[in-house]
């Protein structure tokens, strides 16, 4: 194997740690900026379901990953679930409203 290509499937594998690591801890930071601002959310419950969110969808999504994993070979799967991730945080910096935020985490 060359070593261009272990360097690629190392820096996918770090880069989806770093996306699922931040995604993850996002709502600390994020949840008590848009209080504070108050246009996107409007109380606190509803600003909880940003961190929740992104927890319900990877019950589904492991179990997707997984079958996947054997189907397609891990390393494949890990370098193509970076692609959903990916537009998620692209969704959730482009977002006007709450509705398009929850898209965004999920």
């Given at each position: 194997?060359?070593?261009?290509?272990?360097?690629?499937?190392?820096?996918?594998?770090?880069?989806?740690?770093?996306?699922?690591?931040?995604?993850?801890?996002?709502?600390?930071?994020?949840?008590?900026?848009?209080l504070k601002e108050g246009d996107l959310v409007d109380s606190f419950h509803e600003a909880s379901w940003l961190a929740t969110i992104f927890l319900f969808v990877c019950i589904p999504s492991s179990i997707f990953g997984g079958v996947c994993s054997d189907k397609f070979g891990r390393?494949?799967?890990?370098?193509?679930?970076?692609l959903p991730l990916l537009a998620g945080w692209i969704v959730l910096s482009l977002s006007a409203d709450f509705n398009s935020l929850l898209i965004g985490r999920s």
């Open positions: 194997m060359q070593v261009k290509t272990q360097v690629m499937a190392s820096v996918a594998a770090g880069f989806l740690s770093l996306s699922v690591g931040s995604g993850v801890a996002l709502p600390s930071s994020l949840i008590p900026i848009l390393r494949t799967t890990g370098l193509l679930s970076c």
